[in-house]
Nanobody, 122 residues
């Protein structure tokens, strides 16, 4: 069992940067592939970034490539999502998630954080 706590969201202006964090309570954090999802009002939840448990692979949705960077710190049981050049269309609730296995381009995850709201004003 893994408990995930998301943080770092807020109200920002277009063009700003933001760093989302996720703290995991598990002794085996290094064995999990981690991902960040987002869900905007009226839209389906989508995977925006993922990093494999071995750091060998990352995944980014086309809409965020070049602006989002995912990182994982196994020593601190945490994963971060650095977001640059925020756009109004990035407004959503962002969730971190953990999954067994190494595949990064899948939306099948086993554990979820509670979500953190990001609102980007134009």
């Amino acid at each position: 069992q893994v408990q995930l706590v998301d943080s770092g969201g807020g109200l920002v202006q277009a063009g700003d940067s933001l760093r989302l964090s996720c703290a995991a309570s598990t002794r085996t954090f290094s064995s999990y592939t981690m991902g960040w999802f987002r869900q905007a009002p009226g839209k389906e939840r989508e995977l925006v970034a993922a990093i494999s448990r071995s750091f060998g692979s990352t995944y980014y949705a086309e809409s965020v490539k070049g602006r989002f960077t995912i990182s994982k710190d196994n020593a601190k049981n945490s994963v971060h999502l650095q977001i640059y050049s925020l756009k109004p269309e990035d407004t959503a609730v962002y969730y971190c998630a953990a999954r067994h296995g190494s595949t990064v381009n899948t939306e099948q995850y086993d554990y979820w954080g509670q979500g953190t709201q990001v609102t980007v004003s134009s």
